[in-house]
């Protein structure tokens, strides 16, 4: 049976006794989560440092593009998990995020960009804190 990355992740969160809530909340300690979450994020993000060093070496195409895809994976992991923790439902997130991304293009459905290449925001855009609060608000 096939289980979906979400229930893989509240799986994992049970069995390192890690918390889990199914819906949205805050901590009791918000600002020791906080920080503890952004120095595993910083601990992934210097491993790019590694994979950085390995292409300047000359590594294999396929050395690189593992690590690559382990160091993504791991952040997109730690990111699903810390989510549970606050009973936030992600994917739901995610899709508001998307949608907004697709509103940035232009009437005539193509993006637009700046003299420096910078993909700017279309007309019909819209930013998506109000509907991730209304999506919050709902659950």
Do not use: N
């Given at each position: 049976m096939n289980k979906s990355f979400a229930r893989r992740i509240a799986a994992m969160n049970a069995m390192y006794k890690l918390p889990a809530n199914d819906r949205p909340v805050l901590p009791e300690d918000v600002v020791g989560r906080l920080t503890g979450f952004k120095a595993?994020?910083?601990?992934?993000?210097?491993?790019?440092?590694?994979?950085v060093e390995l292409a300047q070496k000359g590594a294999p195409q396929t050395e690189i593009l593992v690590a690559m895809a382990d160091l993504?994976?791991?952040?997109?992991?730690?990111?699903r998990s810390e989510a549970l923790k606050y009973g936030l439902p992600l994917e739901e997130v995610l899709d508001i995020i998307m949608d907004s991304n697709e509103s940035k293009l232009g009437a005539d459905g193509k993006p637009i960009y700046d003299a420096n290449g910078k993909f700017l925001k279309g007309p019909g855009y819209w930013k998506p804190e109000p509907k991730i609060r209304a999506l919050l608000e709902r659950a």
């Open positions: 595993t994020l910083m601990d992934e993000v210097h491993e790019i440092d590694q994979i993504l994976g791991d952040v997109i992991v730690y990111c």
